[in-house]
C-alpha cells in the first residue's frame, strides 16, 4: 500500500488534468476512421455457412460478395460476410432473387425505425446505412479488445475486406506507422487514458489517437521501428 497526496480521474498519482477530444491528430499524421454501418437487422451480413448455401442456390451473387469484419471478427479472425451493392449493375442485381430478397427486408426493418437517419436509409436499401469502403489496403485497431493483452491487436487489412463501425482504419499507411502503433509507448498512453467497456479498452480517434504525440526521429530511428514492424508482421503471418 502506498499513500499518494492526489489521484486523478485517470487513476494516476498525478494532478488533475484531463484529456479533451479532438477532430484531428495533434501531430502531422494520417487520421483513423470508423468502419461504416450496415442497419440492416442482419439481413446483409452473412456466416461461412450462410454465404455458402446462398452461392450454392444463386452463384451468380458472387460478385455482390466481399468479406466483412467487426471487432470480434478481426480479433478472432472468424470469416465472415456482407452483401456489397456499392455501384452494383442493375442488370446482374435482377437475376439474384435471394439479395432481392434480403434488400427488401433491409427496407422493411429501416421504414419501421422512429429515427430519421434510418428512416432516410430505407430510402437506399441496397447499401448500408452509413457506407464505408477503403480505398487502399488499411490499417486496423479494434475499438474494444481486452485488458488482458498488453498490446491490442492491430494488423494490415486488404481494401476489398469491408469494415464494421468496431474497427477504426488509417488507410494509405506504411509500415512505419503499424511499428509506432505497437510500441509500448503509444500501448502505455492507450492504457492510461482510454474509456473502458465493463474493464476492456476502448479505443478512441478523438481521445487516444488524436491525443498521442508521435515520436520525433532521425532517418536512423526510423528504419528501425520500420524493420521491428516488418518482424511483427512476419510473426503475424
Same mark, same amino acid.
Given at each position: 500500500?502506498?499513500?499518494?497526496?492526489? =489521484?486523478? #480521474?485517470?487513476?494516476?498519482?498525478?494532478?488533475?488534468?484531463?484529456?479533451? &477530444?479532438?477532430?484531428?491528430?495533434?501531430? &502531422?499524421?494520417?487520421?483513423?476512421?470508423?468502419?461504416?454501418?450496415?442497419?440492416?437487422? #442482419?439481413?446483409?451480413?452473412?456466416?461461412?455457412?450462410?454465404?455458402?448455401?446462398?452461392? *450454392? $442456390?444463386?452463384?451468380?451473387?458472387?460478385?455482390?460478395?466481399?468479406?466483412?469484419?467487426?471487432?470480434?471478427?478481426?480479433?478472432?479472425?472468424?470469416?465472415?460476410?456482407?452483401?456489397? +451493392?456499392?455501384?452494383?449493375?442493375?442488370?446482374?442485381?435482377? *437475376?439474384?432473387?435471394?439479395?432481392?430478397?434480403?434488400?427488401?427486408?433491409?427496407?422493411?426493418?429501416?421504414?419501421?425505425?422512429?429515427?430519421?437517419?434510418? +428512416?432516410?436509409?430505407?430510402?437506399?436499401?441496397?447499401?448500408?446505412?452509413?457506407?464505408?469502403?477503403?480505398?487502399?489496403?488499411?490499417?486496423?485497431?479494434?475499438?474494444?479488445?481486452?485488458?488482458?493483452?498488453?498490446?491490442?491487436?492491430?494488423?494490415? +487489412?486488404?481494401?476489398?475486406?469491408?469494415? #464494421?463501425?468496431?474497427?477504426?482504419?488509417?488507410?494509405?499507411?506504411? =509500415?512505419?506507422?503499424?511499428?509506432?502503433?505497437?510500441?509500448? %509507448?503509444?500501448?502505455?498512453?492507450?492504457?492510461?487514458?482510454?474509456?473502458?467497456?465493463?474493464?476492456?479498452?476502448?479505443?478512441?480517434?478523438?481521445? %487516444?489517437?488524436?491525443?498521442?504525440?508521435?515520436?520525433?526521429?532521425?532517418?536512423?530511428? $526510423?528504419?528501425?521501428?520500420?524493420?521491428?514492424?516488418?518482424?511483427?508482421?512476419?510473426? $503475424?503471418?
Amino acid at each position: 500500500m502506498k499513500t499518494v497526496n492526489n =489521484i486523478n #480521474g485517470y487513476l494516476l498519482e498525478a494532478d488533475n488534468v484531463f484529456i479533451d &477530444k479532438r477532430t484531428l491528430p495533434i501531430s &502531422k499524421v494520417p487520421t483513423i476512421s470508423l468502419g461504416g454501418q450496415p442497419i440492416d437487422d #442482419g439481413n446483409f451480413i452473412l456466416t461461412e455457412e450462410e454465404k455458402n448455401e446462398l452461392l *450454392k $442456390k444463386e452463384p451468380e451473387a458472387k460478385e455482390f460478395i466481399r468479406p466483412f469484419m467487426m471487432g470480434r471478427d478481426f480479433i478472432n479472425r472468424k470469416p465472415r460476410y456482407c452483401i456489397w +451493392l456499392v455501384n452494383a449493375n442493375p442488370s446482374q442485381l435482377k *437475376k439474384c432473387n435471394l439479395i432481392l430478397e434480403r434488400v427488401k427486408l433491409v427496407k422493411d426493418f429501416r421504414a419501421k425505425s422512429a429515427r430519421e437517419s434510418t +428512416l432516410k436509409a430505407a430510402k437506399t436499401p441496397t447499401l448500408f446505412g452509413a457506407v464505408f469502403e477503403c480505398k487502399s489496403n488499411y490499417i486496423a485497431i479494434p475499438k474494444v479488445s481486452s485488458e488482458n493483452r498488453r498490446y491490442i491487436p492491430i494488423d494490415f +487489412l486488404k481494401k476489398e475486406i469491408i469494415l #464494421g463501425d468496431k474497427l477504426f482504419t488509417m488507410q494509405n499507411a506504411t =509500415i512505419y506507422e503499424f511499428g509506432v502503433l505497437n510500441s509500448n %509507448v503509444h500501448m502505455a498512453w492507450m492504457r492510461a487514458i482510454c474509456g473502458r467497456l465493463k474493464s476492456d479498452y476502448s479505443y478512441s480517434n478523438t481521445i %487516444v489517437y488524436n491525443n498521442f504525440i508521435w515520436p520525433s526521429r532521425t532517418k536512423e530511428q $526510423k528504419e528501425k521501428i520500420k524493420k521491428t514492424a516488418q518482424i511483427i508482421l512476419d510473426a $503475424k503471418n
